[in-house]
């Protein structure tokens, strides 16, 4: 059984509409499959994108650093950075 649609109205500026018909056309889909995609990699990204930053506060939770912990870190990667290129 197909999973079950709606069918949704969305405003776009003309410029990026028409962009979007570029695109779409370009790879031979319809505006809607384009549409679609984009919101299911934006989901997705947003997801990895989560859980990434409870991973990451998950490790400094156990190995009881701060937040000015993980920025002079930060900062001292960069320094070192700049040093070397």
Known sequence: MAPKTSTVNISFRDDLL????????????????????A????????KRMIAAIES?????AERGLTEEDV??????????KVVHE
């Open 18 to 37: 028409h962009e979007i018909d570029d695109v779409a056309r370009a790879e031979s889909r319809s505006r809607s499959e384009l549409v679609r995609e």
């Open 39 to 46: 919101a299911r990699l934006y989901i997705e990204r947003k």
């Open 56 to 60: 990451m506060r998950a490790i400094t």
């Open 71 to 80: 920025q002079d870190e930060i900062e001292s990667y960069r320094r070192e």
